[in-house]
């Protein structure tokens, strides 16, 4: 179990015994944020007169109000990163299918190339045979290189 701290804070002038388990510092930030809001009731006109009751409630509800806008906005916070982590998991999706798409690509040029070469391979014979008289059997289906499965 974590260790309760307790610490002495100044509030609306007043010095007060904080205690909990967060950080001494949080309940500093804590107190301070209490006197920032004191500090801006007290500016408007006509807060020095109203009864300390009513003060106290003006401060519960400017906080319940700063508590439910802050509520409000880690909500749609939240749904803004749901939304971008469904985007971005569409994009991986996308990315995935380009990937497979390109390594099917090139294993279809690769293959295109080893047939190019095969064929060019027959090209340059055909002509060597051609450029030679008298060789072969005059029939160039015949003279053509074996082309096991190719055809």
Do not use: C, W
Not at 30 to 53: C, D, F, K, M, Q
Request: proline share 2%; hydrophobic share 30%.
């Amino acid at each position: 179990m974590e260790k309760k701290n307790v610490t002495e804070v100044v509030i609306g002038g007043k010095i007060y015994k904080l205690g909990g388990y967060e950080s001494e510092d949080y309940l500093h930030q804590v107190a301070s944020y209490l006197n920032n809001r004191i500090t801006e009731l007290r500016s408007l006109e006509g807060y020095h007169r109203l009864p300390s009751a009513q003060k106290s409630l003006m401060l519960d509800l400017n906080t319940a109000d700063d508590y439910f806008k802050a509520k409000k906005q880690v909500e749609r916070l939240e749904a803004d990163l749901s939304q971008k982590d469904r985007e971005l998991y569409e994009i991986r999706h996308e990315l995935v299918s380009a990937e497979v798409k390109l390594e099917e690509s090139q294993k279809q040029i690769t293959s295109l190339k080893e047939e190019t070469d095969d064929y060019l391979k027959r090209i340059a014979l055909l002509e060597a045979r051609l450029s030679r008289p008298g060789e072969g059997t005059g029939n160039l289906a015949q003279d053509l290189p074996d082309q096991k499965g190719k055809e």
